[in-house]
């Protein structure tokens, strides 16, 4: 009887942990505004968690390169695009902010595809002529040239950072 007495035991203290862990579960509360920053600002730990998943983002800022930047970065050229991502990039920058459902119109998936590649192109650059050293955070960054002014962009597909002229600021 001893033996039974003692896998009564066992059962009951594992039953008992059981529902405490699980009860501490069911009655944890969504804590996200417990955590969220004093100023008004929503909390993020990802640079796409302002955005619904399912967006396609695309927006420009203006910026002045640096001599520096200016040696590592070759701009994509707005004159240089198709007609029909010329059209794109030009509704993005005559609007505050584009976006539309991922992964957007062709011209938007041409215009991704355009961009990564060139970052990838940029990037490889900087590590071949530097032995496969790191890359300064700013050749992380799609840039566009209009004319003679320089834009960074921001560039969000659903979950993926294409690009984020944020980055420029850290």
Avoid at 151 to 165: F, N
Wanted: with cysteine; glycine share 4%.
């Amino acid at each position: 009887m001893g033996g039974q007495y003692k896998s009564r035991r066992l059962v009951i203290k594992y039953t008992t942990t059981s529902f405490v862990a699980l009860s501490g579960c069911l009655s944890a509360e969504d804590d996200s505004e417990s955590n969220s920053p004093t100023d008004g600002t929503e909390r993020s730990d990802h640079p796409t968690a302002t955005e619904p998943p399912n967006q396609a983002v695309l927006d420009f800022e203006a910026v002045t390169l640096t001599e520096e930047q200016r040696e590592w970065i070759e701009p994509i050229r707005f004159e240089e695009l198709p007609d029909d991502e010329q059209s794109v990039v030009e509704e993005a920058m005559n609007l505050d902010r584009y976006a539309v459902d991922a992964p957007g119109p062709e011209p938007l998936q041409e215009f991704t595809s355009r961009a990564n590649e060139h970052k990838s192109q940029q990037i490889s650059a900087y590590r071949d002529e530097h032995g496969g050293a790191d890359f300064p955070q700013y050749l992380d960054v799609v840039f566009l040239r209009r004319s003679e002014q320089s834009y960074a962009t921001t560039l969000l597909v659903g979950d993926q950072v294409v690009s984020m002229a944020d980055l420029l600021d850290q």
